[in-house]
């Protein structure tokens, strides 16, 4: 079959999931971070068409892409979108101090774009990463927040991005 989103690249990728995890559905959710990392969205014809690599119904694709907020496209105008889990698991991680610490470090406050438009600060849902709560994620890049021990910590990673 010729995919027209899903490229060889992306396939390769999407196997090294398959490969990694026992049971296929588990490679889902890093093959749709890979599609929105590519595209900067996820184009219901890449649902379609991971659906028919992955042989799973593409009902579970949607119903993933429309359960979790990091799937949804990003309409800020910032240069770097933040996504700060505040569910349950997160919440008595204390993900409170970690938003704290970013609003901080960024200028920008929940729900709000840096003046320099490099940083906007967004309060989701579960992003699927409880194991590692509070999680958060600098664009498409899942960060552990149970490791950030000071704002040094925070600054290092913030680096990266501007
Ligand atoms: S509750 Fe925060 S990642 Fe699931």
Redesign the pocket.
């Known amino acids: 079959m010729e995919y027209k989103y899903l490229t060889e690249k992306l396939r390769n990728k999407i196997d090294y999931y398959v490969n990694k995890y026992p049971v296929k559905e588990q490679a889902i959710i890093p093959s749709l971070h890979e599609i929105l990392y590519e595209y900067r969205d996820i184009p219901h014809e890449a649902m379609e068409e991971l659906s028919i690599y992955l042989k799973v119904p593409l009902n579970d694709i949607e119903g993933i892409v429309s359960f979790y907020d990091m799937f949804r496209h990003p309409k800020h105008g910032a240069k770097n979108h933040i996504r700060v ?6 919440h008595l991680g204390n993900y409170k101090n970690l938003l704290k610490m970013l609003e901080k470090l960024t200028g920008a406050k929940a729900g709000e774009t840096s003046i320099d438009k490099n940083w906007y600060i967004e309060l989701v849902e ?5 194991a590692i ?3 958060f994620l600098i664009n498409d890049d899942l960060y552990d927040g149970s490791k950030i021990k000071s704002e040094e910590d925070l600054k290092d990673i913030l680096s990266k991005y501007v």
């Not at 889990?85 to 997160?90: E, G």
């Not at 579960?126 to 409880?130: A, L, M």
Request: net charge positive; with cysteine; hydrophobic share 30%.
């Open positions: 889990c505040r569910n349950l698991p997160c579960c992003i699927g990463s409880c709560a509070p999680a």
